[in-house]
């Protein structure tokens, strides 16, 4: 009878633990559910940018971050309240400038609803540069790839306007 309860909360965590791993792996934003927090690390170097306009996911948003910055977190929030009232599958992506690999884990915390989470490995200047020449290191840095391609870029939370043009 004792292995036989083994056996069923065995299973059951398996299930449950089968369950959390599938969830982590969902593409899109509305397949999330915010109280599930990220597991993996993507890196993101200097070639990264280019590949995600050129092939990643669309429409897409990314938030640029680092661990010390006090906004961020509600800039995502606002971010992520705007795409699940949209109702509307989203890669919604968080760039840990500051701390690599597997710590950055550490920081997604803060960004429940996350699709994916990655983090600079390289020289950080040089990334940002690939990112946009422009870019006056502030955080948070958002740019967000419409469905048609198109560029939007916000230095902080993206206003109502350009959430309504990017996510019509």
Known sequence: MKSSSKQRRSACVTLAVGALFFGFNLPLALARSPSIAISSVAHFDETTW??????????AAYIFTTTYCSTCPDAFEK????????????????????????????????????????????????????????????????VLLGRDGSVQRSIGAPDAALLKKWLP
Do not use: C
Request: proline share 9%; hydrophobic share 45%.
């Open 50 to 59: 280019a590949r995600l306009v050129e092939k990643g996911p669309r429409p």
């Open 79 to 142: 971010l992520r309240s705007f795409v699940m009232d949209a109702h509307r599958p989203v890669e919604l992506a968080a760039v840990m400038m500051d701390v690599q690999g597997v710590r950055a884990v550490e920081h997604a915390r803060h960004y429940l609803g996350l699709t994916r989470l990655y983090a600079f490995e390289g020289f950080e200047p040089a990334i940002r540069q690939s990112v946009d020449p422009t870019w006056p290191n502030v955080t948070p840095y958002v």
